[in-house]
């Protein structure tokens, strides 16, 4: 593969990378010629498996990133296995569902934990490196309620929120030293987060009626996404939120 979306050569980390969208978007990276390292609490050898069909290098990271404690081990850890760090997929992450006023700190602090302050600090410590070799990608997985309230998720909404924010914030800082930080908003996805949504009749059908392309997303919908904002196709595209969400704002 050549031109503006060849990854060849490139490095990705992508956290949540087991299953999912964090899964579909490794295989498409690594597709487009990147090597990937893949960071999950639980086995990715399904994801692995697939980057190296592909012809490509891929190890596994194992870290819990409920906290921000193994961060600069992954840093670390990518490089030493595979030589360098270009691209951060920051994917992992958990919902809570409740309503609002019973909400606990518990689930609070869980989602906000995982979705927003282990998000910044592996943008830290991989911007840290990107910074000092004079370029990089950082992708931040955003939401639909990065853009709406949503309900019963006070906490998810209030992280995606502020993923919006971080992302924006971190372009303005790092665009001249040639990072280019961006997200990715996804819409209505077919994936374990979303189970309990397809599971209700009702929701599934409120949600399908909002969508123009009448359809939940499938994982397979982001990679190309993915692999225009880690490419020097997206060289000038700095702070921004791309939503893959079947039309889902339009309506």
Known sequence: MTGPFDLSGRVAVV??????????????LAA????????????ATETIEAVRGLGRRGEVISADLSSIEPVERVVDETREKLGGLDILVNNAGIIRRADAVDFTE??????VDTNLKVAFFLCQAAGRHMIAQG???IINIASMLSFQGGIRVPSYTASKSGIAGLTKLLANEWA????????????YFATNNTAALQADTARNQAILDRIPAGRWGQPSDIGGAAVFLASTAADY??????????GWLAR
């Open 176 to 187: 001249s030293k040639g990072v280019n930080v961006n997200a990715i908003a996804p819409g």
């Open 32 to 43: 487009a010629g990147a090597d990937v390292a893949a960071v999950c609490r639980t086995p």
């Open 15 to 28: 956290t949540g990378a087991n299953t999912g969208l964090g899964q579909a978007m490794a295989v498409a």
């Open 237 to 246: 595209v700095n702070g921004h939120i791309l939503a893959v969400d079947g």
């Open 106 to 111: 518990a689930d609070w602090d869980a989602v």
């Open 135 to 137: 370029r990089g990608k």
